[in-house]
């Protein structure tokens, strides 16, 4: 088989592979949202929060379906508006981490938007 295809045949071919298995792996690997991980290992809540923005889970829930899903949010000394602040914890890091936090921000009592904010 390898004999019949042309050099930038082999090279597309060998490309499409490493993208295929590069995505597999990555959805494999990746860490997707649950609520008894996210309420039991606090200080490794920025594992889930990629889950929480790309799947859109929180846009279109009430303030009340929020905590329900997340639990109590932290104090927070934001100022603005209707939010609720979430720690997501430090992730590992050879320079200094930084702690992680999601914001939920709410418009007419609904969730519009969900930031991932580092301090």
């Not at 490794?44 to 109590?72: C, F, H, M, N, Q």
């Not at 932290?74 to 430090?90: A, E, I, N, R, V």
């Not at 921000?105 to 580092?118: K, P, T």
């Amino acid at each position: 088989m390898w004999l019949k295809l042309k050099r930038n045949d082999k090279i597309g071919l060998f490309f499409f592979v490493a993208f295929v298995l590069s995505t597999t792996l990555i959805g494999l690997f990746e860490e997707r949202f649950n609520e008894q991980q996210w309420r039991s290992e606090r200080t490794t809540r920025y594992k889930l929060a990629e889950d929480i923005l790309e799947s859109k889970l929180l846009i279109g829930k009430t303030k009340k379906e929020v905590i329900a899903l997340l639990g109590p949010a932290s104090p927070s000394t934001l100022t603005g508006s209707d939010h609720l602040l979430y720690y997501l914890g430090k992730p590992p890091s050879f320079f200094e981490s930084k702690r992680e936090n999601l914001i939920v921000i709410f418009e007419n009592s609904y969730v519009i938007e969900v930031i991932h904010l580092q301090e």
